[in-house]
């Protein structure tokens, strides 16, 4: 139902599941482990997978902490998308990427829910993309230091508020991996 005219197409999005940016984030291997059942499955069904790979000053472009991790494996051919904000929209050739592939439904799983994941989401959301959170497939690290809840009401909340955002002609909403829908 998206508001994407051709574009009858899904993607599954993976946000920075990237060394450093997951290495102490909240259930990480149980997080990374759906996320990669979820890219076998979206191969194995023909289904696009879209890397996107955050670069800042304390996360270089190629350097050891950029890389994905070492138990999700970018096949050939797979895009791949470099972003320096929030939104992997922003700034990046993702819309022309999805334009492509024919894509108006995206699945977004990956990391930090706190930050661009809800960027992401939302920007997709904005641009006209139906938009599907894979509830149990993002995380974020601990930043209670700074007056952030715990990250399991951070998930929890992110769930809960992207569960029931509406706009016309576009749909939104939360799916657990085991129940994604290719």
């Known amino acids: 139902m998206t508001t994407l005219e051709d574009r009858p197409n899904t ?9 450093d940016v997951v290495r102490h984030a909240y259930d990480r291997d149980a997080i990374v482990g759906r996320i990669a059942r979820l890219v076998d499955r979206a191969r194995r069904s023909a289904t696009p997978v879209v890397w996107v790979q955050h670069s800042d000053a304390e996360l270089e472009e190629g350097s050891e902490g950029w890389h994905v991790v070492p138990e999700l494996v970018v096949a050939p051919g797979e895009a791949r998308v470099g972003k320096r904000h929030g939104d992997a929209f922003e700034g990046t050739d993702l819309e022309e990427v999805l ?82 829908e290719l």
Do not use: M
């Open 11 to 19: 993607a599954l999005l993976i946000v920075d599941v990237q060394n």
């Open 99 to 180: 334009a492509r592939c024919g894509v108006g439904r995206l699945l977004v799983a990956g990391a930090e829910t706190d930050a661009c994941i809800r960027s992401t989401i939302h920007g997709a959301f904005a641009r006209g993309y139906d938009t599907l959170l894979v509830g149990d497939a993002h995380t974020a690290g601990d930043k209670t230091a700074w007056g952030a809840p715990p990250v399991p009401q951070v998930i929890a909340h992110t769930n809960l508020y992207w569960r029931y955002q509406t706009a016309p002609g576009k749909i939104a909403g939360v799916v657990e991996s085991d129940d994604v």
